[in-house]
């Protein structure tokens, strides 16, 4: 019971939500620029943009849970620096600095600027689901009481929209349209902000050495028992995580709120423009809307969360937020794009503000069952879901507008091509949030009860 009442001081809670800021300032960064700068600076055409996020998502589904599983591993660095710290640091600024050559493709063949653009988004995930995978990992360790979990997650939730914020309205005022060489400028603009913020994170991220592995013999469910190679140990603890229901159903609820935060950031350059027919102030106006109705209703949701439990929190969020978006198939002006914008935030801080606990909620159930801290294939499920939602965008944005017959050239939209906008905008993560909701609603089952009793359990077991 220690360990549940120990407290980090208050610059820990900001050092370890930095990581917010980056992972959705890099994530939205990426999101939003790529596929438009590829497809209307580069001109790389449809089926080599299509197929290179489609061999990305592949990558994903290799990529994550493997890295996920390596950083469980003990080496001599983790000995002696901590489990996560050290993949932490050999890989966090390395991403950043990635994120350059993404917007750097050679001039030529459409073939290699394919091979340049898969290689080097490929190498972004890598980078970047090693250090988030850690990241990630450290919150359940470091952070132990529900109280101090949704203070740390509060703090994230507008770190987490400021970084949104951020990268989705910086870039844009380092580049100019129709002019490929000068995306590089915000490019190193992204890196730079990405590498300053990675490096205030590392306060939080260091750690005390990691002990040997201690399984727990208290009859629990332990997938490494019996494999004697590190294959079989792998593929067991692959199949044991893909039995527990409560982090599959998490997986779909943060499926959602990725998909929402990705597709809705990425449509409102096209609502602006080819809908609201609006200035582009209007995206920042936008923007910020969506960002003070998430910091506004933090303090709310953290409240629902210690009264009522994660689980409810969550379920409002996904379910309101699903039904709010509605209101971006009727706005006609940018007044009443913000409106529903600020609406849609403070559904949105929910989930938001209970990523985090609700996912620690489900690590502290699993590391019980597993009686070991071997829970790194989670998180690199999870970094997988979170880098899925970007295949997504890509995917759908790209079938929409040729179903749909969207031209950007043209001057002006068929009303069939504006119906796609608004549905691109809409019901796409409508869906994936009601699918969340619904997973939240009849599958997950983590009361405050039992947390509370999964960490007794953790403390007793030295874990």
Known sequence: MGQEGARNPTRIHLSYACGSFVDDFLVTAFSVRVYAFYENEVLLPNFFLATAFIIYGVWNMVNDPLVGYVSDRPNRFTQRWGRRFPWFMLTAIPCAVTFTFIFSPPSGFDWAVFAWLVAFICLFDFLYSFWNTNWLATFPVKFRSHHER??????????????????????????????????????????????????????????????????????????????????????????????????????????????????????????????????????????????????????????????????????????????????????????????????????????????????????????????SRSEGIFYGFRTFFGRLSVVIQALSFGIIHAVVGFDPEAAEQSSLALLGLRLQMTLVPALFYLAGFLCMWLVFDITPERARSNKDKLAAFGL
């Open 150 to 371: 949704t203070r740390v997650a509060g703090i994230q939730t507008i770190l987490s929209q400021v970084g949104l914020t951020v990268g989705m309205l910086v870039p844009p005022l380092f580049f100019t349209y129709g002019n490929s060489a000068s995306y590089i400028g915000q490019a190193l603009v992204v890196t730079a902000i990405g590498a300053v913020m990675s490096a205030l994170m590392i306060p939080a991220m260091r750690e005390k050495p990691a002990p040997p592995a201690l399984p727990l013999a208290v009859g629990r469910e332990d997938p490494g028992q019996g494999g004697s190679s590190e294959r079989r140990s792998y593929f067991k603890t692959l199949s044991f995580a893909l039995r527990q229901k409560n982090f599959l159903a998490y997986l779909v609820a943060y499926l959602g709120q990725t998909v929402m935060q990705v597709v809705m950031l990425a449509s409102v350059p096209y609502l602006v423009e080819y809908l609201l027919h609006a200035e582009a102030d209007a995206e920042i106006l936008i923007s910020g809307a969506l960002l003070v109705g998430g910091a506004a209703m933090v303090p709310v949701w953290i409240r629902v969360s210690r009264k009522r439990g994660n689980r409810v929190g969550y379920m409002f969020g996904t379910g309101l937020t699903a039904a709010l978006l509605v209101l971006f198939l009727f706005v006609q002006d940018a007044t009443q794009a913000i409106v529903a914008a600020l609406l849609l935030g403070m559904s949105m801080s929910a989930t938001w503000t209970l990523l985090a606990p609700t996912f620690s909620d489900v690590i502290d159930e699993t590391v019980v069952k597993m009686g």
